[in-house]
Each structure stands twice: as structure tokens, then as C-alpha cells.
């Protein structure tokens, strides 16, 4: 079964860092680009960050540029994200996602998210 | 930047009916970026639609897309009592969404 599994998320205080990790199963994990979404409470969805399937190309929001790092460990089938400096706004579900290649450009396979709360 | 703006906000409308969602771009888009995605209440979104018109894997044919340029639809045919849930759209490359349409059970 294709699967992803996000895991990390957490209270914690503004300013402080939090890492998020999502763990892929049931495909080839190097054959694809991913992403990380979010949603705060009761909003929309937010694209954050994405990576290619080699760690070549990496994009962020201009919410998280400078603050947030993404990366991927192949040899893991595992994503990562490392927020620092979290504000408030932070605050949100997130969800890792596949990233359907060049044949479904879209977010095809999503997992269940990880929910972050920034709050003193 | 590209602004997705989908309308309305909220649909209500009944079990049987036809739903038809709408996604309008800021600026032209390729059709072969357009995707649509369903969320019900404590799910995961889940892909519908994407090159604006093909069909995820396993998703009813009621569920259609349609639309080029700037502005973009989501049918559904007949719809179902668990057709009901909030629908994005996005803008693969940029990875925009829509604020989202809210579909409700009138």
C-alpha cells in the first residue's frame, strides 16, 4: 500500500525549532519529487516547501523562506522539514505529499499530517 | 504570481443534483497544470482531477473537469451523500490553491 506517515509535530513556544519527519511506503520514494502542505485551523490549504527526487532543486513560500529547511533522505524513503524561528502563524495541520511527476502534475498521494501549535 | 479565485463559497445543493465549481487564474494557465482536490472533515485532501480534465485513479466518472486559459470547472454529474466536502484547486509548478468551495448538503 502506498503510504505516507508524518510524524514530529508538537507544542512549542515562539522562536523555538521543531523537525518534521514523513516516512514513504509501498513505492519507489527516489522516483519522486515532495512536498509539504499545511492548513491552519479551520483555513485553506498552503503550499510550503518542495524537493526533487534528488535534492538538487529545493522551494519554499516566501511565509518560510529563510526559516524553513526541507530535505529527504532516499536511503530512508523519509522527508524532512526543519522549521526554526516559529511564529503564531505557524500554527497549522501538515501534510506531506508525492508530487505525481511529469505524467500527473499534481499532488497525487497524501498523508495524514502532523499538527503544529506555536503558542507561549 | 498567480491568484487561483474559486467560486462560490459555498454550494448548497442536494443529493442527485448537478454540482458545477468554478476556478478562475489571474493570469492564463496551461491546462496541463490545473488540478482539483476534494477534503472532507478530518481528511486528508485527496487528488480528483489534474491536467484539468483527467481523472485520478479511482474516482467516479461523475467527477469531471473541464476549462482552459483562466478559468476552470469541476462538475459532479448526480451527486452523492459523500460527495459532500470542501474542493481546492491548484496551479502545479507555482503549486497555488484556490481559497477553496465549500459543497453542503442543502
Known amino acids: 500500500e502506498v503510504q505516507l506517515v508524518e510524524s514530529g509535530g508538537g507544542l512549542v513556544q515562539p522562536g523555538r525549532s521543531l523537525r518534521l519527519s514523513c516516512a514513504a511506503s509501498?513505492?519507489?520514494?527516489?522516483?519522486?519529487?515532495m512536498h509539504w502542505v499545511r492548513q491552519a485551523p479551520g483555513k485553506g490549504l498552503e503550499w510550503v516547501s518542495g524537493?526533487?527526487?534528488?535534492?538538487?532543486?529545493?522551494d519554499y513560500a516566501d511565509s518560510v523562506k529563510g526559516r524553513f529547511t526541507i530535505s529527504r533522505d532516499n536511503a530512508k524513503n523519509s522527508l524532512y522539514l526543519q522549521m526554526n524561528s516559529l511564529r503564531a502563524e505557524d500554527t497549522a495541520l501538515y501534510y506531506c505529499?508525492?508530487?505525481?511527476?511529469?505524467?500527473?502534475?499534481?499532488?497525487?498521494?497524501w498523508g495524514q499530517g502532523a499538527m503544529v501549535s506555536v503558542s507561549s | 504570481e498567480i491568484v487561483l479565485t474559486q467560486s462560490p463559497g459555498t454550494l448548497s445543493l442536494s443529493p442527485g443534483e448537478r454540482a458545477t465549481l468554478s476556478c478562475r487564474a489571474s493570469?492564463?494557465?496551461?491546462?496541463?497544470?490545473l488540478a482539483w482536490y476534494q477534503q472532507k472533515p478530518g481528511q486528508a485532501p485527496r487528488l480528483l482531477i489534474y491536467?484539468?480534465?483527467s481523472r485520478a485513479t479511482g474516482i467516479p466518472d461523475r467527477f469531471s473537469g473541464s476549462g482552459s486559459g483562466t478559468d476552470f470547472t469541476l462538475t459532479i454529474s448526480r451527486l452523492e451523500p459523500e460527495d459532500f466536502a470542501v474542493f481546492y484547486c491548484?496551479?502545479?509548478?507555482?503549486?497555488?490553491f484556490g481559497q477553496g468551495t465549500k459543497l453542503e448538503i442543502k
Open positions: 524537493i526533487s527526487w534528488n535534492s538538487a532543486t529545493m
Open positions: 491536467g484539468a480534465s
Open positions: 509501498g513505492f519507489t520514494f527516489d522516483d519522486y519529487a
Open positions: 505529499a508525492r508530487d505525481g511527476s511529469e505524467s500527473l502534475e499534481a499532488f497525487d498521494i
Open positions: 493570469h492564463s494557465i496551461s491546462s496541463r497544470y
Open positions: 491548484q496551479k502545479f509548478g507555482s503549486y497555488t
